[in-house]
């Protein structure tokens, strides 16, 4: 995507830099019954980003040092302008947006460096070694949790413009080797333009604008892993580039040779080295073969009951299995309208009450026999849990908008709404705990909604997924997100959810990982660190709490 070069709105707006998303009515009329805004906040945008760029920090690197690097990837591939340096200095999660709302830009990189080979990076790190300047990846931009901050500086090393090809596809293996910096939309085109089609099936809501580093790294979760499983699950073998050298390991379908490199590497986020290239495992694509249904549950409870008999039932996964709790189905009938159609009136009938009931989601793929069962066996637990079917209407008008919601944060934030999401891994026997105390927090700040869905579901627990949204405190908007955003981590931990189940760690998570490891497994993570990266050069400044 050629980002047009201009104001602070097109570094932290959302995807296609043409793309604008507007508030419909519905959402508009909601927004109004529970926040209490006005028309006005519609119609002057808060804080909307317009101002230039430009920059009050100058790099601090010389310009003979520019030279140099210039010299190792050519001069088009090293950029100073204050445009570049701001757009590589955050990534994508709420406080990344409201500083650049503000036109808060402190601490950019010196350079970016667009490397075109292997031996680029091998040259720009020893570089970065020698002159103890900081060297911090760069993929598709789409970090939410602060991954791509450069606090101290340093060198922003973009791997998008060059290092971004499918290198081979091994059909017999079902497997691809790829390049770190491809993005999705890329690779699965590819994948699927095969004569027996294929596909990678890591379709995170962060697709179009992601790349396999990225994922690798932070060992992300696409909306159908239930059935394709996390990156780690697909990752087969990897080259990671590190300042004391490289390591790349092999495609073995398994093995036992010591504890798993690949596994060290994944979740790394950029703290030991590089990812250059990544083998992946591959599956068929056969859109023909796809089953789409979805229901309505009297209650949360019968749902998760439903999805958790379905996991353990071995009947085989659906690809997508998505659940919203009570608030994220009300929400989202009351944004259609639905809440006011003559549909939700028999609903309430048959006893499906709002605030109590739960719209569940399901997709199946494989051989048509195998899709077919996993239909029926789910659609009987589904009916069995008090379950209404709803058909593979409301599966397919989500999937249609499953990449573009994302860029309704911006009119949102426009008009005065916080929203942001934080997310965690529970097993069965506490999953209801974690909702309920996680939303309780949520709710200490009146008005807030707080929207929680399942998408990523174990035989031995699921993910849960916090959005919430509140209005911001104009006059402090960045303390007042922090402080509250603090609380619901908090939260989190305090009730035995995971710090994280796909977003990582970067520096935002960062401050409550040691509670979550215990002392001596971070310390075994530390000195990895001093292994790889001696000098502290690569994402220094708090990644994951190693330095
Ligand atoms: C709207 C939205 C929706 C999202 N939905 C999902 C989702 O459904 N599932 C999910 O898992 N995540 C999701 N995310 C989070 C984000 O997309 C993921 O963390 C993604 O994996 C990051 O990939 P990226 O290429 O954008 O990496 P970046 O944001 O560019 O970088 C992320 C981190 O990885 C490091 N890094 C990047 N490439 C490399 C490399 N080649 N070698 C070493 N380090 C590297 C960076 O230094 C940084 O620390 C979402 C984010 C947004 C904004």
């Given amino acids: ?62 310009a003979p040092a520019i030279a140099e690097l210039r ?32 036109g808060m830009v402190d601490t950019p990189p010196d350079v970016i460096v667009y490397p075109r080979s292997d031996q680029d990076i091998h040259q720009i790190m020893s570089w970065c070694s020698n002159n103890g300047v900081p060297l911090v990846p760069f993929g598709g931009h789409s970090s939410v949790t602060r991954g791509l901050e450069c606090p ?76 394709y499983g996390k990156i780690e699950d697909m990752v087969r073998a990897i080259r990671l580039i590190s300042p004391v050298g490289t390591i790349t390991t092999k495609d073995y379908p398994a093995m036992s040779i010591g504890p798993d490199l690949n596994n060290m590497i994944m979740g ?3 703290t030991f080295g590089v990812v250059t290239e990544v083998t992946l495992r591959i599956r068929a694509y056969r859109p023909q073969n796809v089953r789409y249904f979805s229901f309505i549950f009297p209650t949360f409870e ?11 039932a071995e009947i085989g996964h659906p690809a997508m299995f998505r659940l919203s709790d009570p608030e994220e189905t009300d929400f989202s009938f009351r944004i259609k309208g639905y809440d006011r159609k003559i549909d939700d009136r028999l609903l309430r009938l048959m006893g499906y009450h709002p ?40 599966v397919l008008t989500w999937l249609e908008q499953r990449f573009s919601s994302a860029y309704l944060r911006d009119p949102l934030m426009d008009a005065g709404i916080m929203v942001d999401t934080l997310e965690t891994a529970v097993t069965w026997d506490n999953l209801i705990n974690v909702w309920d105390h996680v939303r309780q927090t949520i709710k200490k700040r009146s008005p807030a909604v707080a929207m929680v869905h399942l998408s990523h579901i174990y035989e031995t627990g699921a993910n849960l997924y916090f959005t919430f949204l509140a209005t911001m405190d104009r006059d402090n908007p960045i303390d007042d997100f922090l402080q509250f955003q603090a609380s619901i981590i908090q939260s989190i931990q ?10 990582g760690i970067g520096r935002m998570m960062a401050p409550w990982l040691e509670q979550e490891l215990g002392p001596d497994a971070l310390a075994a993570l530390r000195a990895l660190k001093k292994h790889f990266d001696p000098h502290n050069i690569m994402n220094p400044g708090g990644t994951l709490h190693l330095d």
Avoid at 5 to 28: A, M, T
């Fill in 355 to 394: 605030r109590k009931r739960c719209l569940m989601y399901v997709t199946a793929k494989g051989d048509p026999d195998f899709s077919n069962l996993v239909e029926r066996k789910i659609s009987k637990l589904a009916r069995q849990n008090g379950a209404f079917a709803l058909g593979s209407k409301p």
């Fill in 268 to 270: 790394s986020e950029g």
């Fill in 152 to 227: 101290h500086g340093g060198v922003s090393l973009d791997l998008t413009r060059h290092l971004n090809q499918v290198i081979s596809v091994n059909e017999t293996n079902s497997t691809v080797r790829v390049q770190a910096g491809i993005g999705g939309p890329r690779l699965e085109q590819y994948l699927n333009a095969f004569e027996s089609g294929y596909t990678l099936g890591h379709f995170p809501q962060s697709f179009e604008h992601s790349t396999v580093g990225g994922w690798v790294v932070t060992r992300g979760a696409g909306q159908e892993s239930t059935c």
């Fill in 494 to 503: 305090q009730h035995g959810g995971a710090l994280s189940h796909h977003h």
């Fill in 302 to 312: 019968q749902a998760i009951q439903t999805m958790r008999l379905a996991m353990q």
């Fill in 71 to 102: 010299e190792i990837v050519g001069p088009e591939n090293v950029e100073t302008d204050d445009f570049s340096r701001a757009y590589h200095a955050y990534g994508k999660t709420y406080f990344d947006v409201i500083r650049l709302r503000l």
């Fill in 1 to 62: 995507v050629n980002i047009p070069r201009k104001n602070f709105r097109s570094v932290f707006k959302w995807g296609d830099p043409n793309h604008e998303e507007i508030l419909d009515s519905g959402i508009r009329r909601v927004l109004k019954e529970v926040f209490g805004l006005s028309d006005d906040c519609f119609s002057q945008p808060f804080l909307a980003g317009e101002r230039q760029i430009s920059l009050n920090k100058a790099s601090a690197l010389a």
